[in-house]
């Protein structure tokens, strides 16, 4: 190839690049828009009075006096109480299955013995699990345990009432269903973890339960941080344990999922406004922790 | 005190498929109190793996292990009474310089937190690293890292330090400025030392003794000069010294060997040595060749060669020289930096008898080593 | 062992004043008490070899039977099993009980006749739920389904998944931003997203409609239309994880060392071209992870289905076998019969984990 060739295939390549380069970001541009209309939608369709929902465009704000927080107004009151329920089965849940994720990769990682591998492959195929497979002997363990039963003195002598036994139940439910995913992150944190660090805290004559106290958890906080986000919006999102376990929205321990897939069905007609609205709210915890913690969730859900 | 013995230390791995993989084959070798002995060896070979046994980090599956004369080789790490620094200084890196180096002595003693502070503050004076005692090591150099490793064994005051390749993950300048500090480190300490590295130099340099392993097995220990001066096999003899020994198959027939490019004339005494055997190797270190810029071998000792390839190094040039028969089958010999000599060259090179080295081919034992006369006229007493 | 200290005091005297000779010995006591063995309560040392050389060590008297016991636990099964075992054991008991016990469990129930209230009855055990189920027309559409289903949006979100990956690893500005925005739904409930789609789907004012009615079509009924209802229903669910095949792939392209790509640039190859040759043979193990992944999440699609029209009879056309399960036994109280397609299911997954496990376990990746 001669330079003159050269010279005018690289000005031709400048030109395509320039070329090249608006249609990446006019498709980038497209994708943002796919990705976000349901959102923008749904939010712009939730400010809207129900004679606004139907004569505006659905993607365009709310304009001429069709401005209402109305639908909020009513979705909080019908949603506060499940959130509320949520917040109760959903914190707990999240620390208990992190910490015992955490125990659990740390005895099958950092520490060696053998057959530890035929265990860790019954973590990892917990994870891949249809719940359905479960659910049956699941409504039958807890007819059998029964947590209302066991738990008498506390709807005896509080005024809590006795629907929230089956919070106790959800709470269960899901530290066991969550601790083989939460095994399997930490246990990606730790295998990069440094063996000979391990080796040196045992030489320096650290038992195991001391290695984990001083040098494994203190290090574990970051993947703490993944854990923690990723299984709150899992399990705050759940619905299907919440509809076998809690089984009605009727229930004043009905967690808010279960309401917010009622709320339509409840009401005459589709109001699109309120049902918006209800979306809205029983996402702003997720929502906010996404948006605060967006990096992290990412990486939760790429490991 | 504190004498640790290596009594027919075997490990044997299990892989996979079930075969059985030998890392460590019957070592046995005695580490005087106070003595900084080298481990060295090609990668592989499994002296990392005999440091993990006395370590306790691997279990032994045959043989003992003795500190004193308490046996060692059922006890957990953390009751062996040794501290080891790993080749990553294997830091905690949550933890000051300061926690780091408490840490050991918090979990595997009683002492109060008053004579912890004293001896971490004592150990960081030592090692001219009492400023970096409230820095968390990601904030260190790698110098700085190794010293802090280095303290954390310090302070526990052990019967043995085990040094994993300690210095290998810092550059060339750094690690010769460390490995002259760490031996006057361990001579002032007085500690028994184990030491493995892969880099001969540091073996010469540094070790009281050195025990050279290759495929698992134990091929000599003595002191570095031994090692070099009378290598126990071919291996020993190739492994130590830079450039390696020169190495020459060769049969004997009657006084003389016989190799693919020349004759080599023997004297008694190796005559006596290579009796029986058939195959013989003749080994010569580069710099015991001796290179005259003319082109008359008068036969017997010396050879007409052709300089392939010169590397200057500066105090001394690599000449890679090629027999007639043979110009592609170089050999490399030794002469000074200043001596000029080009490629082309025809010289001649002469292999004095009092250096040359010999080995059995069938199972590369020394036959006979080189005369050490010359050495002990020089004043230069070689200690073998 | 006092080498150590004797020296300091040396190097010390040298310096300031003598160091009194009961600090030294206060010092040393504390290293005598200090440098003890520490035999840790009930668990005797020796238990190390496993070949028999250590097995002669007697473990101390006080330890007693429960410690010899434990030694020999550790003699098996390596050294720090039974020390380590606080802390993989009640997690791995917990889950183990709650996956593996109720997954047998569901076995057992799908081999009886139970059904309505009361208990299930054990004696008896069968196939008969399963006859049921293959000869059950609308068992069998739901298999269908759930197999479409899963294939349709697995391909479909991986390939745009893929695109968008190339597309932001173009060295596009903001691209952290871009990666928090295509996965932003994908941290939703499907109860939330489900409510969207509605909307977006709405027969008279649905955005859907409204941009085909740019081009004269529609408008259509999208849920109502059993023709139409599944590719809707995939359409929706690849909205929400197409952003999650992204970022899988997003990492294994930023993993391929830079001089790939200089390299292709150097031997003049096109940009799709170098994508198509260079790269994305390297996406291969990105793409099975992402695939089996992504099949999961299309398994568990029963919370959207049900959200779409808040009960358990799905939209027409667009029952899998999950909302049908589901609905057999929560509905209908068909408990046995429910828990028979909750076998099926399962096993439908394990066609897909199983080979992906036992490739992982191959490659030591687990």
């Given at each position: 190839m001669s330079t003159d060739t050269s010279r005018t295939d690289r000005t031709d390549r400048l030109a395509d690049i320039d070329g090249y380069r608006v249609g990446l970001y006019v498709a980038i541009g497209l994708l943002v828009a796919f990705f976000l209309t349901p959102i923008e939608s749904g939010f712009v369709t939730s400010l809207k009075t129900d004679a606004a929902v139907g004569n505006?465009?659905?993607?365009?704000?709310?304009l001429f006096g069709g401005f209402s927080i109305a639908n909020y107004v009513t979705a909080v009151e019908v949603l506060a109480r499940g959130m509320g329920n949520s917040l109760l089965f959903a914190v707990p849940a999240t620390l208990l299955s992190a910490l015992l994720g955490s125990f659990a990769a740390y005895g099958l990682t950092l520490v060696d013995w053998k057959y530890q591998v035929p265990i860790l492959v019954l973590f990892v195929a917990g994870v891949f699990i249809p719940y359905q497979a479960v659910l049956v002997p699941l409504s039958r363990l807890y007819s059998i345990v029964n947590v209302a039963d066991l738990l008498w003195f506390v709807w005896a002598y509080t005024?809590?009432?006795?629907?929230?036994a089956d919070l106790v139940e959800l709470t269960v439910t899901h530290i066991a269903y969550g601790i083989p995913i939460c095994t399997v992150l930490f246990r990606s944190y730790y295998t990069s973890m440094s063996t000979e660090m391990m080796e040196a805290a045992r030489l320096d004559g650290a038992s195991i339960r001391r290695v984990y106290r001083r040098i494994v958890f203190p290090l574990s906080t970051p993947m703490f941080a993944v854990v923690l986000i990723y299984q709150f919006t899992q399990i705050w999102n759940d619905l299907l344990f919440a509809l076998v376990i809690?089984?009605?929205?009727?229930?004043?321990?009905?967690p808010v999922t279960l309401k917010l897939a009622g709320l339509g069905a409840?009401?005459?007609?589709?109001d699109f406004g309120l049902r918006m609205a209800g979306a809205f709210v029983a996402a702003l915890p997720t929502l906010l922790v996404y948006i605060a913690f967006g990096d992290e969730f990412a990486e939760g859900v790429a490991s | 005190m504190a004498q640790l013995s290596l009594d027919h230390l075997t490990k044997v791995f299990t892989d996979d498929d079930g075969s059985d993989i030998v890392?460590?084959?019957?070592v046995t070798v005695n580490i005087e109190d106070g003595e900084f002995l080298v481990l060295v060896g090609?990668?592989?070979?499994g002296k990392s793996t005999t440091l993990r046994m006395v370590a306790g980090l691997e279990t032994v599956t045959s043989g003992d292990i003795r500190l004193g004369e308490e046996s060692?080789?059922?006890?957990?790490p953390q009751d062996r009474d040794i501290a080891m620094v790993f080749q990553s200084y294997?830091?905690?890196?949550?933890?000051?310089v300061r926690e780091n180096m408490s840490f050991g002595l918090e979990e595997s003693t009683d002492m109060s937190d008053d004579e912890i502070h004293e001896r971490v503050e004592d150990a960081a004076d030592l090692l001219g690293i009492?400023?970096?005692?409230?820095?968390?090591?990601?904030?260190?150099s790698g110098g700085q890292r190794q010293r802090v490793a280095l303290g954390r064994a310090i302070?526990?005051?052990?019967?043995v330090f085990l040094m994993d390749e300690?210095?290998?993950?810092?550059d060339a300048k750094l690690r010769s400025q460390m490995r002259t500090e760490l031996q006057r480190l361990q001579e002032d300490l007085d500690t028994t030392t184990m030491y493995v590295t892969h880099d001969q130099t540091e073996a010469m340099t540094m070790g009281d003794r050195i025990a050279v392993l290759d495929a698992g097995e134990l091929q000599q220990a003595g002191t570095p000069l031994e090692c070099y001066h009378?290598?126990?096999n071919r291996f020993v003899a190739g492994f130590i010294g830079e450039p390696s020994m020169n190495f020459f198959d060769a049969t004997v027939e009657g006084d003389r060997l016989i190799t693919d490019a020349f004759d080599y004339p023997l004297t008694e005494e190796m005559r006596e040595a290579v009796d029986g055997a058939n195959g013989v190797t003749l080994g010569i270190r580069p710099e015991d060749i001796e290179v005259a810029a003319d082109d008359s071998p008068t036969g017997g000792d010396e050879f007409g060669t052709t300089v392939d390839v010169v590397e200057p190094m500066g105090n001394e040039n690599a000449v890679y020289l090629g027999f007639d028969?043979?110009?592609?089958d170089t050999f490399v010999a030794t002469v000074g930096g200043m001596r000029r000599i080009d490629a082309g060259e025809r010289v001649v090179a002469c292999f004095p008898s009092d250096a040359i080295h010999l080995f059995d081919?069938?199972?590369?034992?020394?036959l006979h080593n080189r005369s050490l006369a010359d050495a002990e006229d020089a004043g230069a007493e070689p200690r073998v | 062992m006092r080498r150590f200290f004797d020296r300091l005091t040396q190097a010390r005297s040298g310096r300031s004043s003598h160091r009194s000779s009961e600090d030294d010995a206060d010092a040393r006591d504390a290293m005598a008490d200090g440098q003890r063995p520490a035999t840790d309560g009930g668990v005797p040392t020796?238990?190390?070899?496993?070949?028999?050389?250590?097995?002669?060590a007697t473990p101390t008297d006080e330890a007693g039977a429960l410690g010899r016991g434990l030694a020999r636990l550790d003699d098996r099964f390596g050294e720090d099993f039974v020390e380590s075992s606080p802390f993989w054991l009640p997690p791995f008991l917990l889950m183990g009980f709650f996956v593996y016990g109720a997954i047998a469990w569901n076995v057992l129930i799908s081999l009886t006749d139970y059904e309505g209230f009361g208990n299930a009855d054990y004696s008896q055990l069968d196939f008969e739920m399963y006859a049921r189920a293959f000869g059950d027309p609308t068992v069998v559409q739901a298999a269908i389904n759930t197999f479409v289903l899963l294939i349709a949006f697995t391909g479909i979100c991986l390939v745009l998944g893929m695109l968008i990956a190339i597309l932001v690893d173009?060295?596009?500005?903001?691209d952290n931003t871009l990666r928090t925005i295509y996965l932003l739904p994908m941290s939703l409930s499907f109860v939330v997203t489900a409510q969207f789609w509605l909307w977006m789907y709405?027969?008279?004012?649905?955005i859907v409609n409204q941009l085909l009615g740019v081009v004269n079509l529609g408008p259509y009924n999208f849920i109502g239309n059993p023709r139409l209802v599944l590719g809707a229903v995939v359409f929706a669910l690849v909205w929400q994880f197409s952003g999650y095949a992204m970022v899988v792939y997003l990492a294994a392209l930023r993993a391929i060392p830079s001089e790939h790509f200089e390299a292709a640039k150097v031997d003049g190859a096109s940009i799709p071209r170098m994508y198509w040759r260079v790269i994305v043979p390297q996406l291969k193990g990105a793409t099975i992870s992402a695939a089996v992944v992504l099949m999961v999440f299309a398994l568990k699609a029963f919370d959207f289905l049900y959200s779409l029209v808040g009960g358990y009879r799905p939209p027409?056309?667009?029952?899998i076998l999950a909302t049908k399960m589901v609905r057999e036994a929560y509905?209908?109280?068909n408990w046995a019969y429910g828990s028979a397609i909750a076998v099926l299911l399962f096993l439908m997954a394990l066609g897909v984990i199983g080979p992906y496990l036992a490739h992982q376990y191959r490659n030591d990746n687990l």
């Open positions: 505006t465009a659905p993607y365009l704000p709310p005024p809590v009432s006795v629907q929230y809690v089984s009605t929205g009727s229930s004043p321990a009905a409840s009401l005459e007609g589709l | 890392a460590v084959d019957d090609p990668s592989g070979c060692i080789a059922d006890q957990k294997a830091l905690y890196p949550h933890m000051t009492p400023e970096l005692l409230g820095r968390k090591p990601g904030e260190l302070v526990r005051d052990p019967e300690p210095l290998s993950n810092l009378r290598p126990a028969e043979d110009p592609t081919d069938a199972s590369g034992d020394a | 020796g238990a190390g070899t496993g070949d028999g050389t250590g097995s002669d173009r060295n596009v500005r903001f709405d027969y008279n004012n649905g027409n056309g667009a029952d509905q209908n109280t």
